[in-house]
């Protein structure tokens, strides 16, 4: 029986090294953006049985579409560093669908309050990583652009109501602490 196999780290794979750093980060990120899709993919599905006439389903449309284009670029990332995605991706895949449904069906606000807290984590996150990565590594740029398109989606997100949600600041701080603990286990694993 053929199974897709992931690509197996370099054999110089090591602590302290450069390329573990790097491949970290990569792993992290391609998480991220994995869960993000799987986050707009969900809240879509509840809200495209509504009468959406905030047009939310158009602000998530446009949100999900850069999430797509984001992991398909740590996709390619991945396989050609050689980098093996989290081993906790079949967790998060459906933790971050859970989010997306119960924040959707919570209500609108409630969905970008969802974004708001994510985006901001992420936000935070490519900040660093920036701070990490030499200005001629061909992954800074590519990182500042998407730390900039996260940015616009958590912005967008507080135009249309986030603070407002029932509860906000422990939604927000719920779905923040999440999200910290999904990036310090990816991380390593």
Not at 8 to 26: H, T, V
Not at 147 to 154: A, G, M, N, Q, W
Request: aromatic content about 6%.
């Amino acid at each position: 029986m053929s199974r897709n196999r992931r690509p197996a780290p370099p054999s110089d794979y090591s602590a302290g090294n450069r390329f573990d750093e790097i491949s970290q980060m990569l792993r992290v990120d391609h998480a991220g953006e994995m869960a993000a899709v799987e986050i707009y993919r969900a809240q879509r599905k509840v809200f495209a049985n509504t009468n959406n006439l905030s047009g939310i389903d158009m602000i998530l449309a446009k949100q999900e579409a850069e999430e797509i284009a984001h992991k398909k670029t740590f996709d390619q990332i991945l396989v050609e560093r050689g980098i093996r995605p989290t081993i906790l991706e079949p967790i998060w895949k459906p933790a971050a669908q859970l989010l997306g449904y119960t924040t959707a069906f919570m209500g609108e606000k409630a969905a970008h309050a969802c974004t708001a807290a994510v985006e901001e984590v992420i936000e935070e996150h490519y900040l660093e990583q920036e701070d990490r990565l030499a200005d001629d590594d061909s992954l800074k740029p590519i990182i500042t652009k998407f730390r900039l398109e996260e940015s616009e989606h958590r912005d967008d997100a507080i135009e249309n109501g986030a603070e407002d949600a029932f509860g906000y600041p422990i939604l927000s701080a719920i779905i923040k602490t999440g999200c910290k603990i999904a990036i310090f286990l990816s991380h390593k694993i």
